[in-house]
């Protein structure tokens, strides 16, 4: 993981340039020394131990100077410590140092720090909720995620990640609902246009397999409210209308049959499939008497099993 830069890391050379250091074996010095030297050898968590010392000792001893480029570091240098610590995957001490960067930023810096830290937080929350996740423990991943969510709404990875654990407990309202959060961004710049894309896919799939599962189970209700979501998020689902269009003749919901065929019959990639789908819309028409409309669709029987069947129903309505 990439640490951040830190301008001017010379503490020692700054404090000495203050007059701080100036007498030889001078504590703050000595701590200045020991930041330089941890720092240089990436031992972040030990470099800002360093400057929490010359913080004590400048308070100590009044020194306005040496405790404000001791403060002014400490941000930057607990990322810097946090990200390694996450790197070693250890989120509990990556959150901690994190926690610190932008604590010690919101109270002495200008806030850009802490912003950095808050984008840290969220993925380590990220990476900790996908260990979760792997290990199947997807309530705790859901509760990873969603602390992280609060350090950075707009972290889409963490939007995606618990929508597949709402996903594997079977919670297809939540799933939807966290999918749903990406495509409802406002994205005046079109920074979400991928994201967005990847969402509306992974959700055209979920949906999908529910609504095969609610024909299974003869649940038209549950059919209608996915094509519903389709509508909803301008999904690429034509099979959840074939579905609905199905299910709804079986239960004799005509009303339905006839509002859904039209985007049935247009999902269809082969003559055949489409014919089908009209013969159950002419079907439709013809249950509730509307003659003229059943031959209509009757007529767009051309392929198929159900060809023959159509062109005498035709007859017979004409009679």
Not at 15 to 30: R, S
Not at 174 to 184: Q, R, T
Not at 186 to 215: C, M, N, W
Request: a negative charge; hydrophobic letters at 40%.
């Amino acid at each position: 993981m990439k640490r951040v830069k830190i301008a001017a890391l010379a503490l020692c050379g700054m404090l000495m340039a203050g007059g701080v250091c100036a007498q030889e074996g001078n504590t703050i010095q000595a701590a200045g020394a020991k930041f330089e030297k941890f720092n240089a050898e990436k031992k972040y968590g030990d470099a800002y131990a360093a400057l929490v010392e010359i913080e004590t000792l400048a308070t100590e001893t009044d020194d306005a100077g040496a405790l404000a480029q001791a403060r002014s570091l400490m941000p930057v240098v607990a990322i810097n410590a946090g990200v390694a610590a996450a790197g070693a995957k250890d989120y509990t001490m990556a959150k901690d140092y994190l926690g610190k960067a932008i604590e010690t930023d919101m109270t002495y810096g200008d806030g850009r720090a802490a912003n950095k830290a808050k984008d840290w937080m969220s993925k380590v929350y990220l990476y900790e909720g996908i260990g979760y996740f792997n290990d199947k423990n997807f309530t705790e991943a859901i509760a990873a995620f969603e602390k992280g969510k609060e350090y950075d709404p707009r972290n889409t990875d963490l939007s995606v990640n618990m929508a597949k654990c709402y996903g594997e407990m079977g919670n297809m309202d939540k799933a939807i609902e966290a999918y749903e959060s990406i495509l409802n961004i406002d994205d005046p710049h079109g920074r979400f246009v991928k994201p967005k894309a990847d969402a509306r896919k992974d959700l055209g799939t979920y949906i999908t397999f529910a609504a095969s599962e609610s024909a299974k189970n003869k649940d038209l209700e549950a059919l209608e409210k996915y094509a519903g979501i389709s509508e909803r998020d301008s999904l690429d689902t034509p099979e959840i209308y074939t579905l609905l269009v199905q299910a709804a003749n079986n239960a004799r919901n005509y009303d339905t049959v006839i509002g859904y065929s039209a985007k049935a019959a247009a999902a269809q990639s082969d003559a055949a499939a489409r014919s089908n789908i009209y013969m159950l819309l002419g079907s439709a028409y013809d249950n509730k008497n509307n003659v003229e409309k059943a031959i209509e669709a009757y007529r767009k029987v051309v392929a198929g099993t159900n060809a023959a069947a159509a062109k005498k129903r035709i007859e017979e309505l004409s009679k």
